[in-house]
């Protein structure tokens, strides 16, 4: 495998999760919490950069590249914990205990929370949620960015 080609996969893998997030959005009408959004940012990246190492040679842009896959990863991990309640998510898109609170207290927490939670899964297949897929997709975009590292 070329390093161009490496490159237009791993690129184009971002492109095409990207497409699939806004598909679900816009299509399915599933809108996004924050931690979906935050598992888009380093797909746009690596999609510029995909662009640009295309015309420059080098090591440099596959390597931020493969850090933006990986970042995507990570975020999913972390998000797919947050689905399974292994650990508590950003305060501003999940639920915690309620117990100690008064009724004044639940109705501004019940008021002041975000419409789309991020420890909700809207949609799963074979038991793996959105962001489980989109760990192991950006897992395997990741290697390939390293691939075009080494090609180039």
């Known amino acids: 495998m070329t390093r161009r080609f490496a490159i237009l996969l791993a690129a184009g893998g971002s492109a095409a999760l990207m497409l699939g997030a806004l598909g679900f959005q816009y299509i399915g009408e599933m809108p996004p919490c ?5 598992q888009r940012y380093p797909h746009i990246i690596a999609i510029v950069i995909g662009l640009l190492a295309l015309y420059f040679t080098g090591r440099a842009l ?12 990570v975020i999913g991990g972390y998000h ?4 399974r309640k292994w650990w508590e998510g950003p305060t501003s898109c999940t639920s915690g205990s309620i117990s100690e609170l008064s009724t004044d207290d639940l109705m501004a927490q019940i008021m002041s929370a975000p419409l789309i939670r991020c420890d909700d899964v809207p949609w799963e297949l074979f038991t793996l949620s959105m962001a489980s897929w ?11 960015w390293l691939l075009a590292i080494k090609r180039s």
Do not use: Q
Request: glycine content about 6%.
């Open 80 to 83: 797919t914990g947050v689905e």
């Open 62 to 73: 596959p390597a931020l590249g493969a850090l933006a896959a990986l970042t995507t990863a």
């Open 134 to 144: 989109n760990m192991l997709a950006s897992l395997s975009l990741f290697a390939l």
């Open 34 to 38: 924050k931690l979906c959004y935050w």
